[in-house]
């Protein structure tokens, strides 16, 4: 079955550089959720997107910006990039607004050096 | 804020034995409790989801109970395998299904 696609899988920036992540999200899921996991740390809500438009909104710095496009997949865009920002940035998708099981991707492993 | 602690960063036991996972927050109940399973470098996969109204929920050898009294949620693992050895989170939703706060994780090891 399908499963969430994260791309790059990897990525190294440096320091005050711009980044992208990109989600596709499982077919016909509307709703997609970003987190960024630190080391060793558990998953911070950053961000999430309902059919398009802004759901919820987290933990997500002034520096990142995010947004879901017309085929639901989804961009993290980071800017002025930090060293601090080195994480794992996962995207989730799930159908609909309400509970349903959200079904994580395998992360974008950023390091900004 | 909602605070979330789960048991002992680490947990080992031996294979056959029931792992049981504890997860305490410190606020309002959340309308769900999810359990995920995370191995190192991959993202988070959902194991099992409980509802506020709900006391207990199973899974082949899962079983997630959920006390609203307690602020507690235990979740156990029967009849351990290695093959169970990995973080397990548990994370609380008020809302929707993502957004989630998750707790620091617990490190599962089933030892042969």
């Known amino acids: 079955a399908a499963g969430v696609i994260q791309s790059p899988r990897h990525l190294i920036k440096e320091k005050r550089e711009t980044a992208t992540l990109k989600c596709y999200p499982i077919p016909r899921h509307d709703t997609v959720y970003w987190y960024q996991q630190g080391p060793g740390q558990d998953p911070q809500f950053l961000i999430s997107?309902?059919?398009?438009?802004?759901?919820d909104k987290g933990s997500i710095p002034d520096r990142f910006s995010a947004q879901q496009f017309s085929d639901y997949h989804s961009e993290l865009n980071m800017s002025s990039l930090e060293l601090g920002d080195s994480a794992l940035y996962f995207c989730?998708?799930?159908?609909?607004?309400?509970?349903?099981?959200?079904?994580f991707g395998q992360g974008t492993r950023l390091t900004v050096v | 804020s909602q605070k979330i602690e789960q048991n002992s960063e680490a947990l080992n036991i031996q294979e056959g034995k029931t792992a049981t996972l504890t997860c305490n927050y410190t606020?309002?109940?959340?309308?769900?409790l999810q359990w995920y399973r995370q191995d190192p470098g991959r993202g988070p996969v959902f194991l099992l989801l409980?509802?506020?109204?709900?006391k207990e929920k199973r899974k082949e050898r899962l079983k997630v109970t959920f006390d609203t009294t307690l602020k507690q949620s235990l979740f156990h693992i029967t009849a351990s395998q290695p093959a169970d050895s990995a973080t397990y989170l548990c994370?609380?939703?008020?809302?929707?299904?993502?957004?989630?706060?998750f707790g620091d994780g617990t490190t599962l090891t089933v030892k042969p």
């Open positions: 989730a998708s799930s159908l609909g607004r309400g509970y349903t099981e959200a079904f």
């Open positions: 994370a609380l939703a008020y809302t929707n299904a993502g957004k989630s706060t």
């Open positions: 997107f309902y059919e398009k438009m802004q759901s």
């Open positions: 606020n309002y109940s959340p309308a769900y």
């Open positions: 409980i509802r506020e109204n709900e």
